[in-house]
């Protein structure tokens, strides 16, 4: 029985951005199929200033593979104290068929990029075809994989980008027009990049709201990253009234998602929320109608979205001959 | 950043019995001292014919470490058709300081001897001191694990086997025998053996009563293994009756342990249950107090048993320069 193993080098150099949205397509039309099992996931909370760690695992019938994924974060004094990450993660990929321990991969870039990819897809399924500004709310991590991967699906024409502190927003700015020619807009205020975008990305860590519902033009089509435990908000609740709603899992974006907010404040029903992306994915419901509606896609993440991006790095492995075997019995 | 890859092999050589039952002691003291968390388990079921993997995840304050196992079971037709065992395991162990993969090793053993371990512990804490009839009921791998840790920690005289297919009892007695040199009577039913034991092991797939409360003779110490879930069953429920009854961890005996049934049928309220193993241990409750009285301990199996033998093999392997070093990441 051999397993692979796989550095985070390796992972880089063995998945495409446009191939991650590939698995995120994926992930969300199994899920919508019944073909996917996502227990609720496990996490470890550590002594403060300590973060903490999560498990999640799923398993894809579609591809016949389970994944576990292990993933920490908020370590604040990794970097000085042990010489690593504040966060890290590894992933475990088991043969379905038999359970067998497949591949051993690191898994530090594997969320990064499988929720990059999410916006990409709700933007094919919900954004107007002559959408060209995209607005981003934050400029971390996660603000420059949604772009990576938004302009693998459309044509960007200019960014207006606004976070709160000015020099990340000037490195933001230099970065994404160095990588990708893009003009960068550093907006003065979020209102200002709000009211530019046919597409707004929120990626913040924000607790309460950052976007107000007056800003948003008609026809916009939201993304709504950072917002995935009680407690995170970055939109005024407002803004959902008469959007159109997709999640990626209602259960989820009810209990935890930015969608939780409106939902609590009785601004919005269960019944109004359109539905979850596979639907859409599937042609089982219709993703924009109308030039002037809002969309909204509220994405908290799943371990299926994991699954399928992880299957697709071993597969690509195996073909290339990359990483290392290792016999863990005989 | 290096991390310690463990063969099965390697696993095999680095940990004593005695050395497991210390860390089984360890983790049951770590438990009712309020140092561990152990949310609960995430399980995935395949489709018919094949069976189910789980994760269970564990943090010990004590020692600083978290750890994962992911255990596979019930997948008949592996070795005829991928040439691997029916189960699987696999643990992943982190430094809680930091959440550094510390080590990746094979668990296929683990399970089996934290559980061996348990029963053991008990008898230090609960049977009778001039205790030296042991009885088993069921001779699969884990009745062979009590025999082997409970010789460690008291003199056994002598075996009263049974179960219920003639081949595999004959197999048991001579393994026995043979590897430890104590006599061992096959027994002609299940009443035989446990009308003879001072202390009476049950580690069988049943799932209903194979021992009757009349058999029980008074004084002894019983070990309930099989059951750590629903469905599953040993004993007639009225053997808990003026038994002291005590458990691993309550809120999982209470509902998914061999205790769950004279709960469900009123035999006994859980204000009867004498408390947690960990409590004995640690002084804070009496173990055995009258030579006459049946006590009893039910053990359901705890994620933190896997951290504390987890991290005695790993410390093993580093002291003794065993294993693979391998960086995930620079």
Not at 95 to 120: E, F, I, P, Q
Not at 125 to 136: G, P
Not at 170 to 186: C, H, L, N, R, Y
Not at 215 to 223: A, D, N, Q, S
Request: some cysteine.
């Amino acid at each position: 029985m051999k397993t692979l193993l796989l550095t985070k080098e390796d992972v880089k150099g063995l998945i495409s951005m446009a191939e991650v949205i590939g698995t995120v397509e994926e992930a969300y039309k199994a899920f919508n199929s019944g073909l996917v099992q996502q227990p609720g996931y496990m996490g470890l909370h550590l002594p403060a200033p300590r973060g903490e760690i999560d498990f999640k695992a799923g398993y894809n019938q579609a591809n016949e593979t389970i994944t576990l994924k292990a993933s920490s974060g908020g370590f604040p004094h990794n970097p000085a104290e042990h010489g690593v990450p504040s966060g890290m993660g590894t992933v475990l990929l088991f043969d379905a068929r038999s359970c067998v321990l497949a591949c051993v991969m690191d898994g530090s870039l594997l969320t990064g990029l499988r929720t990059g990819a999410s916006g990409a897809v709700s933007v094919k399924a919900l954004a107007r075809k002559d959408a060209r500004t995209v607005a981003v709310i934050g400029t971390g991590n996660q603000a420059r994989m949604q772009i990576r991967a938004i302009r693998e699906v459309m044509t960007i024409g200019e960014i207006h980008a606004w976070c709160r502190t000015p020099e990340k927003l000037a490195a933001f700015k230099d970065e994404i027009e160095q990588a990708f020619g893009i003009p960068v807009t550093a907006a003065s205020c979020a209102r200002d990049a709000v009211a530019a975008a046919d597409i707004l990305i929120t990626a913040t860590r924000g607790t309460g709201p950052v976007v107000e519902a007056g800003w948003v033009k008609p026809g916009t089509h939201i993304i709504a990253i950072g917002t995935d435990q009680h407690g995170k908000q970055e939109f005024e609740p407002e803004i959902f009234r008469g959007a159109r709603i997709v999640v990626d899992s209602l259960s989820q974006c009810i209990s935890k998602g930015e969608t939780w907010h409106p939902l609590n404040a009785g601004i919005i029903t269960q019944e109004q929320i359109h539905g979850e992306i596979g639907e859409i994915l599937l042609g089982h419901k219709p993703g924009r109608e109308r030039d002037d509606e809002i969309t909204i896609f509220d994405s908290t993440g799943m371990a299926i979205q994991d699954n399928t991006a992880a299957r697709k790095i071993y597969d690509n492995a195996v073909a290339r001959n990359a990483g290392t075997w290792f016999s863990f019995f005989q």
